[in-house]
C-alpha cells in the first residue's frame, strides 16, 4: 500500500520511477532540520516515537495474535488499553479542518 502512494501525485509513471530511484540517496541533514523546524520540534520527535511503536506492535503481531492475546488478557488491563486509545485518538486527533477528500481529485 506505501509503495501505491508513489503513483498518486505524481504526473508519469516515469516521474514516479525517478522518486523511486531516488528514495534512499543523498539525506541532507539540513532538509531534515527544517522539517523538524517546520512542523515543531515536539511533533516532529512525537511522529518518530509513534513511528517507532509502529513497528513495534507490527514487529510484535508477527510473533503474536495480538488480538488474542488482549482478549485473554485480564478486564482491567483490556480497558486501560481501549482506553489508551480512546485517549490518543482525541489528543491527536484533527478537529475543524476540512479539507478535500484525496480521493475526490481521481
Do not use: H
Amino acid at each position: 500500500v506505501a509503495f501505491a502512494w508513489g503513483f498518486f501525485r505524481v504526473n508519469s509513471f516515469a516521474d514516479a520511477m525517478v522518486i523511486f530511484s531516488r528514495l534512499g540517496q543523498d539525506w541532507n541533514i539540513d532538509a531534515i532540520q527544517a522539517l523538524a523546524k517546520a512542523v515543531g520540534k515536539e511533533e516532529f520527535i512525537l511522529s518518530w516515537i509513534l513511528i517507532a511503536v509502529l513497528y513495534l506492535a507490527d514487529w510484535v503481531s508477527e510473533r503474536k495474535d495480538l488480538w488474542t492475546s488482549l482478549k485473554n488478557c485480564c478486564l482491567p488491563v483490556r480497558w486501560v488499553v481501549y482506553y489508551a486509545a480512546l485517549l490518543t485518538i482525541i489528543l491527536f486527533g484533527v478537529y475543524g479542518k476540512t479539507g478535500t477528500f484525496i480521493y475526490f481529485q481521481f
